[in-house]
């Protein structure tokens, strides 16, 4: 789901938190340099996203696997509606990560 697709009082919700942090575009910068993200690895990222993109699945069933495995998370996820609605949200974070576009809209997304 994107930004813009928030209903208008999840979006002021959104923008109001991120406001309330401070970020905006210039803090938004401050923080690609501290993890020296640069345009450049977004592009590499951009260009292998497809490809990473078919891996996620694969890569979150194995990971909501692992956390069966552990009493205090399995705890969580008492039943398959539950897993796959994660495993949905997953999807998508997992998406705009490895999308290439980290701009406000990824930070409000």
């Not at 930004?3 to 803090?27: H, K, Q, Y």
């Not at 993109?53 to 069966?68: C, H, M, S, V």
Request: no cysteine; hydrophobic share 40%.
């Amino acid at each position: 789901m994107s930004s813009a697709s928030l209903r208008p009082t999840v979006r002021a919700e959104v923008d109001g938190i991120a406001a309330e942090m401070g970020i905006d575009d210039s803090e938004l910068e401050a923080r690609k340099a501290f993890l020296e993200l640069t345009e450049d690895d977004a592009e590499h990222l951009r260009a292998i996203h497809s490809k990473l993109e078919a891996a996620q699945n694969g890569f979150a069933d194995g990971f909501y696997q692992y956390l069966r495995r552990l009493p205090e998370l399995a705890a969580l996820l008492p039943d398959e509606a539950t897993v796959s609605r994660l495993k949905e949200a997953h999807g998508r974070y997992f998406d705009s990560l490895t999308a290439g576009d980290y701009g406000m809209a990824y930070v409000t997304g």
